[in-house]
C-alpha cells in the first residue's frame, strides 16, 4: 500500500473510465501491471509537471508509464475518456451533452521575414510560380 496523492482516481473515477481502457492483447503474456496505478503515474505527471525520470518508485517503472501514455494517445483512448468525461460534465451542468455552438479563432501567422510583395513574386531563376504565386487571382504564369 502506497501514499495516495491528490491526483489519484477515486473509486468512482476509476469505475468510470476502466471500461473505455482496452484489454489485453490475446495472445501474449497476461499483464502484470496495474493500470489504474499507470493512469494514477501519468496523472501525477500532468498535475505535478515533474519530468519522466523524477516519477516517484512507488509508481510503475515510467518506462511502463510512458508505454501505456503513447498507446493509448495513438489508439484514441485518451479521446475516449476524455468525451465520456466531457459529456457528463455538461449533463451535470444541465447542459446539453454535445455543443451546438462552435467559435472558431484565428491569428495572423507571421510567413516570411521579407514583407508585401516580395513574398508574393516569383523565385528567380524558377520555371514555375511559387506556392503563393500560383494561388493569387493576380498571379499569373505569363512569362
Known amino acids: 500500500m502506497r501514499t495516495s496523492y ?7 473515477q476509476w469505475a468510470l473510465i476502466e471500461p473505455l481502457i482496452p484489454p489485453e492483447k490475446p495472445g501474449g503474456r497476461h ?11 501519468i496523472l501525477y505527471l500532468v498535475r505535478t509537471g515533474c519530468q519522466w525520470r523524477l516519477l516517484p518508485h512507488e ?3 515510467r518506462s511502463t508509464v510512458n508505454y501505456y501514455f503513447r498507446r493509448f494517445s495513438r489508439d484514441g483512448t485518451w479521446d475516449r475518456i476524455m ?3 466531457r459529456r457528463r460534465v455538461r449533463q451535470k451542468a444541465g447542459r446539453r451533452i454535445g455543443p451546438r455552438v462552435a467559435i472558431i479563432d484565428s491569428q495572423t501567422v507571421k510567413t516570411t ?4 510583395l516580395a513574398a508574393l513574386t516569383r523565385p528567380r531563376g524558377s520555371s514555375g510560380g511559387s506556392v503563393i504565386w500560383s494561388w493569387t487571382p493576380w498571379g499569373c504564369r505569363c512569362r
Not at 521575414?113 to 508585401?116: I, L, N, Q, V
Open 83 to 85: 468525451t465520456v468525461l
Open 113 to 116: 521575414e521579407k514583407g508585401g
Open 6 to 12: 491528490a491526483s489519484d482516481l477515486s473509486d468512482e
Open 59 to 61: 509508481f510503475p517503472p
Open 31 to 41: 499483464r502484470t501491471v496495474n493500470l489504474r496505478e499507470v493512469i494514477n503515474a
